[in-house]
């Protein structure tokens, strides 16, 4: 299901993502932002978990010093509500707030990471999408 995946959790509790190794994800864990850039450069990984409200430096600063560093690297931000700033949202690829739940979560790296994978470059078909997934695009018109 998985296919041994490993993804980086940038997150105050990494615990409350069990579910993703659960469902067969290989779990690199940081509890903030400079250790997760630290790992990133160290650790192959296919993919980021990344909280949004982690102290020093939230989410949208850490996005966008992952996507410097590797573009193609897929961001799932996790956030407590979906209003954040202006801009918060420029270097993510996707959005899951709390309240989804971890199987939303879960469906979302998923996704995620099959459209990575996709040989064509061609997008994967209506079904695979979770019926939830938000793009930070799609959210544009929903900030106040």
């Known amino acids: 299901m998985a296919a041994n995946n490993t993804l980086l959790c940038i997150h105050r509790d990494p615990a409350q993502l069990s579910m993703l190794q659960e469902n067969g994800y290989e779990l690199v864990t940081a509890a903030n932002g400079s250790d997760g850039l630290r790992l990133l450069m160290t650790r192959p990984v296919d993919a980021i978990v990344l909280e949004y409200h982690l102290g020093l430096l939230d989410g949208a600063a850490i996005a966008t010093e992952i996507k410097k560093a590797k573009p193609k690297l897929p961001i799932v931000l996790l ?62 018109g929903r900030r106040s």
């Open 79 to 140: 956030a407590d509500h979906i209003e954040l700033p202006d801009g918060a949202l420029k270097s993510v690829d996707a959005i899951v707030t709390k309240a989804d739940g971890a199987h939303f979560l879960w469906a979302t790296v998923h996704f995620m990471l099959n459209v990575k994978r996709n040989p064509r470059g061609q997008a994967p078909l209506r079904a695979q999408v979770p019926t939830r997934h938000r793009r930070p695009e799609q959210l544009a």
